[in-house]
């Protein structure tokens, strides 16, 4: 568990962007050198190439979320979503082609993150879970009490798995 000032981080935020850099990187390569092998390379297919590899990368780039005492952050390409989860007002579950978990604070902050990442890094889940404990506890916690008792119950599940799977009984 994280300690009271600790700054919890997403663990496999890295791994998931070096994946978005070798998906947007290797058709870049295989289209420069089919280029370059037939002898149409131009520096206006070079260009598109790019562009099309840069536009992958924006598209597969994940989300870093981050969070601490009573606030959680998502950062994408420059763009950064930070909340006061002590302040939470709004918790909704998005169903969809990706579940999306969408929270809104008191201020104004709204972040969308992916609730995987809530269960592939339980130490992020303790963070939001007291923020919003307090939000509840001070009546602010309007909508979303019970998104998030779902959630606590799937994270249940998954550490009783991940237990049962440690210690064999699976």
Do not use: Y
Not at 111 to 120: A, F, K, Q, S, Y
Request: charged share 25%.
């Amino acid at each position: 568990m994280a300690g009271s000032g600790e700054v919890a981080n997403d663990q496999d935020w890295a791994q998931e962007w070096w994946s978005a850099v070798r998906c947007a990187g290797v058709p870049l390569v295989l289209l420069l050198l089919v280029d370059w092998a037939s002898g149409h390379g131009a520096l206006w297919r070079t260009a598109l190439w790019l562009a099309l590899s840069a536009l992958l990368f924006a598209v597969l780039c994940p989300t870093r979320i981050s969070a601490g005492p009573n606030w959680l952050t998502a950062r994408r390409l420059g763009r950064e979503h930070r909340i006061r989860t002590d302040l939470l007002i709004s918790v909704r579950c998005l169903d969809g082609v990706s579940p999306r978990l969408l929270l809104r604070d008191a201020l104004g902050g709204r972040v969308e993150i992916d609730p995987e990442v809530l269960v592939r890094n339980p130490q992020l889940w303790h963070r939001l879970d007291e923020g919003a404990r307090k939000a509840a506890a001070e009546g602010m916690l309007l909508c979303g009490e019970t998104a998030l008792r779902r959630l606590s119950s799937r994270m249940d599940r998954e550490t009783a798995l991940g237990v049962f799977r440690a210690s064999g009984l699976n």
